[in-house]
């Protein structure tokens, strides 16, 4: 599992710095970022509500669908 959020922290930082060059390497918001993310996940699990992975984004919304039960994939669009 260490591993896996290394990798998520990467590709958040990468991201960061695609988004925001000017800014530089933003280590410690990457960091806050993933940790804030996997806590806000383990929230949800114990609430019962379903988790899905953010990326990638091109099936994210079939994923969605899927997790919560049926609901019709064009009724749940990120680009709606």
């Known amino acids: ?3 896996t959020w290394w990798a998520r922290g990467l590709v958040t930082l990468a991201d960061y710095l695609r988004r925001e060059p000017e800014a530089g390497p933003q280590r410690h918001r990457a960091r ?3 940790l804030y ?3 806000l996940a383990a929230q949800a699990r ?3 509500v379903p988790v899905v992975a953010p990326l990638p984004w091109e099936d994210l919304a079939g994923r969605v669908a899927e997790a919560v039960g049926g609901v019709g994939r064009r009724s749940l669009s990120l680009r709606d």
């Open 1 to 3: 599992m260490v591993g």
């Open 37 to 39: 993310g996997r806590w």
């Open 32 to 34: 806050v970022s993933v």
């Open 46 to 48: 114990a609430a019962g």
